[in-house]
Structure formats: C-alpha cells, structure tokens
C-alpha cells in the first residue's frame, strides 16, 4: 500500500572526533578509524511525487549559509540516493526533492551526505510498500555506503566508530550532552585535494603511515561525558593537509584556543572549524567571542550527539 503524497525528513551535520587515516589502498581509498559525532545542525529534505526528478535547493531562513555551487541535477548526492531506491523498488524516480539545508555547503560537516540519508529515508517512505516494505534499515545502510563513505552514518546520527572507508559502523557509548562552536569559512576545500595533500605531506617527511586504531583516551571521556578529557583527545589526521591547503585556518583554530576552547580541530576535510565548549553557557561566551574576533565566515552552536535521519 503506497498511499503517502509528501515525505519530509530532518538530518544532522556530523564532526569528526577522531580521524585516523591509514594507508593508501589499492581501490584509491584509505583504511580509516573515524569517531562521528551528530551534531544539531540539520538539512531538512522534503520528497513530493513530480512528472521527474527534480532538485531545488535553498538556505534555511534563519541560518546564514551559502548554497551557491549546490548541483541541483543529477549528479546531487540526493538525487542519486532517489535514483538507488527508485532502481531497488522498481519504480521510476519520479520526485520532487526540496532540500532546506543549514548544514555548512562543502564544509567537513557530511551536508552532501546528510541530504543523501534524507533522501534514501524519504523516497523509500514514499515510494515503498509500507505493510510489506521490501527496503529494511540495513538495505538503507547499504545503498548508504555505495553512495558515500558518511552516508551510513548520516542514517544513524548518535555517535560511532567507522572503519573501512568510514562506512562500517559500530555505535559507541557517550554519556551527557557536548557543546560545540563551529566556525565557517569562505568557499570550501576539495576532500580528494586534502587526502591527496595528507599523502603528499607525509611522503615527503618520509612517514609511513600506521594502521589506524581508535583513541582509548577519547572513548573514555566519551563514555564518562568527560568534556576536558573529550576535549584534550580530539584528533584529525587531515588537519595539517587542510591548513595547508587554506593557512588562514591556523589563525582560526589558534583563536578558539586562546579565547578557552576545551579542544579545537579541523571539522573532516575542513574548512570548518570545530570548538569543545565545556557547557552551553561557555559555548555561548565562545561564540561571541569568535565572532568578534572575525575569524571565520560565520560561528553558530550547536550539541550532540542527536539521533539520525529522522521522519517529520
């Protein structure tokens, strides 16, 4: 029975807690351990039947980004998670999909991949027998992972180890609530270009990179709810890759430090900046802090973990 006409589903920004990065792989990828972390920053995807596929893409009101260079064609992330489902279903594509986004546009926050789980969720909801539905949350995870590496966990949403390319995920256990500020930046970096930047840097200091293994520090002060120990373990091998490729973040991270950050890194590939703030009230000193020294684009708060993809 397909009788739903409207699907709409909310989905959260993640930051990377830990971002080990292992060696290169034979298929281009790099083995990982990645600590997500869903954070309460959401893109709100709305799925309407249409004549075809449609993509229309807009910046929430009362958020202040920028989704100029957002493809609305075929080749949006979202569009080819509706096209997965359609194929998995049997049905055609046919959808209108309205994404409403609030999550930084090419950011390290996961908004491509977000808007993706939105889709996955919304166009399976729409288009799927809901008595006897063929697609399960694992079918969802798995088209997730042939999309993206943050896909799966954009469907998940809490906090979680990723293994692989980051697409095998175990849930992890983190106590409380954290504050985050996260400071944005102008234009965005290229992921493939900070990898790529991450193994140029480390051949020419002739380093070897290890197999990645997951921070004992950082998953005990998750377990515990320890912000200053959280805070003192956050890590992310991508960082000095995204300094380089854009140094004008080193003065950012350095400014969140000195105005009393518990811990402060590169968000992902960047070019966001993410700041561990030991409570709400501290994480709204901080942001005005931040804002006044202008040191970003723009600084907004947010907490976690929060749940995942999730139906209106």
Same mark, same amino acid.
């Given at each position: 029975?397909?009788?739903?006409?409207?699907?709409?589903?909310?989905?959260?920004?993640?930051?990377?807690?830990?971002?080990?990065?292992?060696?290169?792989?034979?298929?281009?990828?790099?083995?990982?351990?990645?600590?997500?972390?869903?954070?309460?920053?959401?893109?709100?995807?709305?799925?309407?039947?249409?004549?075809?596929?449609?993509?229309?893409?807009?910046?929430?009101?009362?958020?202040?980004?920028?989704?100029?260079?957002?493809?609305?064609?075929?080749?949006?992330?979202?569009?080819?998670?509706?096209?997965?489902?359609?194929?998995?279903?049997? @049905?055609?594509?046919?959808?209108?999909?309205?994404?409403?986004?609030?999550?930084?546009?090419?950011?390290?926050?996961?908004?491509?991949?977000?808007?993706?789980?939105?889709?996955?969720?919304?166009?399976?909801?729409?288009w799927d027998d809901?008595?006897?539905?063929?697609?399960?949350?694992?079918?969802?995870?798995?088209?997730?992972?042939?999309?993206?590496?943050? @896909?799966?966990?954009?469907?998940?949403?809490?906090?979680?180890?990723?293994?692989?390319?980051?697409?095998?995920?175990?849930?992890?256990?983190?106590?409380?609530?954290?504050?985050?500020?996260?400071?944005?930046?102008?234009?965005?970096?290229?992921?493939?270009?900070?990898?790529?930047?991450?193994?140029?840097?480390?051949?020419?200091?002739?380093?070897?990179?290890?197999?990645?293994r997951v921070s004992?520090?950082?998953?005990?002060?998750?377990?515990?709810?320890?912000?200053?120990?959280?805070?003192?373990?956050?890590?992310?091998?991508?960082?000095?890759?995204?300094?380089?490729?854009?140094?004008?973040?080193?003065?950012?991270?350095?400014?969140?430090?000195?105005?009393?950050?518990?811990?402060?890194?590169?968000?992902?590939?960047?070019?966001?900046?993410?700041?561990?703030?030991?409570?709400?009230?501290?994480?709204?000193?901080?942001?005005?802090?931040?804002?006044?020294?202008?040191?970003?684009?723009?600084?907004?708060?947010?907490?976690?973990?929060?749940?995942?993809?999730?139906?209106?």
């Amino acid at each position: 029975m397909r009788d739903v006409t409207a699907v709409s589903v909310r989905v959260p920004a993640k930051v990377n807690l830990q971002l080990a990065v292992g060696p290169l792989r034979d298929d281009g990828y790099h083995d990982l351990v990645n600590v997500f972390h869903a954070v309460s920053l959401f893109d709100e995807v709305r799925a309407v039947p249409a004549a075809r596929l449609e993509i229309t893409v807009e910046a929430a009101p009362y958020s202040r980004v920028s989704v100029e260079g957002v493809p609305t064609g075929a080749d949006n992330l979202a569009a080819r998670a509706a096209t997965l489902v359609a194929a998995r279903l049997g @049905v055609a594509p046919a959808v209108a999909l309205r994404i409403r986004k609030a999550i930084p546009v090419a950011g390290g926050m996961a908004g491509g991949s977000a808007d993706a789980a939105a889709a996955l969720v919304a166009c399976a909801r729409l288009w799927d027998d809901r008595e006897n539905p063929v697609l399960s949350r694992d079918d969802l995870l798995e088209l997730g992972a042939d999309l993206g590496s943050d @896909v799966p966990f954009a469907l998940l949403g809490g906090t979680a180890i990723g293994v692989g390319r980051g697409e095998r995920l175990t849930p992890a256990l983190a106590r409380g609530t954290f504050h985050w500020v996260f400071a944005t930046a102008g234009g965005g970096l290229s992921t493939p270009a900070v990898y790529a930047e991450c193994d140029r840097i480390r051949a020419a200091e002739g380093r070897a990179p290890a197999r990645p293994r997951v921070s004992e520090d950082l998953m005990a002060a998750l377990a515990t709810g320890d912000a200053k120990g959280l805070g003192e373990a956050l890590d992310n091998d991508l960082q000095p890759a995204a300094l380089a490729l854009r140094p004008s973040l080193r003065r950012t991270i350095a400014a969140g430090r000195d105005l009393g950050a518990l811990g402060a890194l590169v968000s992902g590939s960047g070019p966001t900046c993410a700041f561990l703030a030991a409570n709400d009230e501290h994480a709204a000193e901080l942001a005005a802090d931040l804002d006044g020294a202008g040191v970003a684009a723009s600084i907004v708060r947010a907490s976690g973990p929060v749940p995942g993809a999730t139906l209106l």
